[in-house]
């Protein structure tokens, strides 16, 4: 399943780099990006594991950008 | 829109009341009130830590937040330490205005940054935000277009954007396609007639037949496909990556040589070391990538978004850059070149004859036919003679027609045609670039009509506004005759075509002259771009750099197989894409340039401490808003 999302205050295009990264990493991610020219988040992930996946990719924002919000 | 975000109004306000109270600060210290000795200091530094954490508590919880995660090295990191130690060497004043700077450039560089992104969604922004949706009963309920079924009845009210592509059911009326195609001219839609999503309808109600669903519809996949095109990074914007990759490990290095090495060397290193931590420290702040990080992509994302707005989809930031490298632009010419469509261009007529009586015994003749050839004379034909008179009309499959007009029998057709019924006709100076098609009354030639097949208009000023733009050699490729792609070339004032070829035959052309440009440039060869219609060109499309699909607005097929989709028919868009091209990668390359100048110049001043943290401080943010700001060029007209 592949789902966008809004981020909100997604300040800085290094960081929207490292988010990416880290989302990547996430087990079940297939594909993943962060867009700071667009301020957007699309995952691709498995669909049993979308749930988890997500709120991995939570966390790992506000790791990277403890400012930054997802719209979900 | 609103002016700033909730974050931004916050932000300014921290820095305004920091701003008021270290001004006060400095009159304080400067007057004297407070003693110049051990417990003055304290005090001194204590208030000064006010307008400090004021201004720079986001820095330094960030700070904080990135050791523990450990994401070390990033811009709050390095402000957060290099104050510290300013702090530390007693340069209290400068501490507070240096991370009062910072903040004052990092609000500007998030205001330019909202504010291009918001000019570029501007360009972009096609899709409907609701649509109209008629109920049973008649009445009419507001969607969101995201709820659109296949098959909805929705009527779309004048000035409103069309939701999804539909049939018009009822209505007619004139649709303004240009955000779609940059083409001013609205577009004639009718009963039956399709609509396609993010049109703007003109002065009439329409309903419609919703044929997809917002997700499959036209600007739906267009947006996706724009928000896509930055993933594909160029190879400016990967070289800023890699770059980064070593460049912040390098200079963290050479940053604790110079924090430790110096201060060891002269002897003193309890003297000397607070001196040259803060020389450090000020390299550390100079050294963020920032200025390039954002602003390359900055300028990819405002090129892409710039030739949206002119109908031209590019599908990713590596395109944009083979765009400003073409070489050698190859063409397809029927439907590319040309209109694709057969016209009259010529009329001849024997002794005796005129010209439209020639037109009107043959249009009389084909008006039945069905032929693209027939049509063409039947449309060039002013006064016709009433269907009634038109009997008896006999087709010979390949070679030509023959009916009754009045009382006089008419044949026409192609020169095997009239050998067989032995009539003679006269090869005279009609033979051209086209068809030949030779007119015939009660047995005896009248006359030769061509019909070819138009270049179209504005094609041979695309073309010369290509060659102009930097590309050395427009080739044109055709499976027709090598005289009617002579006489095309001749109009454009193409040089170089192939004639005859089958489909297969354009992939071997198309790789041989990639080929020659690796012959000529080795590695840093020119490109080479294909422009077709996109619908029979797939292979070609796939071998060349570039792929350019041209009239694709609706054909998911063609905008599925080119990197450069034109949304209308208008060969004029692919030299001012080019265009676009080109400025997009100088402004990069500017950026580039820039920072990297100012920043090893202020590096190495920083070294020898000619250089303090107010000049790092703008090394840092002060270029990264300069080259936002230049990047935002791309958006100006």
Redesign the interface.
Known sequence: MKKKFKLIDLDCANCAAKMEEAIKKIDGVNDASVSFMTQKMMIDAEDDKFEQVLAEAVKCISKVEPDCQVVL | MERF?K?QKRELKQILIAFVLFVVLLAVEHSGIIPEDGAGRWILLALYLVPYFIVGR?VV??CF?GIK?R?LF??SFLMTLATAGAFGCGEFGEAVAVMLFYQVGEFFQ?YAVGKS?GS??DLMSMAADFANRETEDGSVEVIDPDDIEVGDILVIKPGEKVPTDATVIEGSGLVNTSALTGESLPRLVSEGGQVISGCINGETLLRVRADKEFDDCTVSQILELV??A??RKSVTENFI?RF?HYYTPAVVIAALVLAFLPPLVSGHFAAEFGKWVLRACTFLVISC??AL??SV??AF?GGIGAASSKGVLVKGSNYLELLADVDTAVSDKTGTLTEGKFRVSMVEAADGFDTDEVIRYAAAAEAGSTHPIAAAIVAACDKPFAQSKIKDVRNYAGKGISAVVGRDTVAVGNKGFFEDTGIEVLETSADVSGTNCYVAKNGRYIGTIVVTDMPKKGAAEAIRNMLKAGVRSVVMLTGDSEKAAASVAEQLGITDYRAGLLPQDKVHVVESLIKALEERGGKKRGRLAFIGDGINDAPVLSVSDIGIAMGSLGSDAAIEAADVVIMDDDLGKIPVVMGIARKTLSISKQNIAFALFVKFSCLVLGAVGIANMWIAVFADVGVAVICILNSMRMLSK
């Open positions: 975000t974050k986001d919880r960030k937040i995660n994401q990033d811009e998030s992104r570029i969604a928000e896509e930055s993933s990556t980064a990538p920032c990080v954002i992509p900055l994302f």
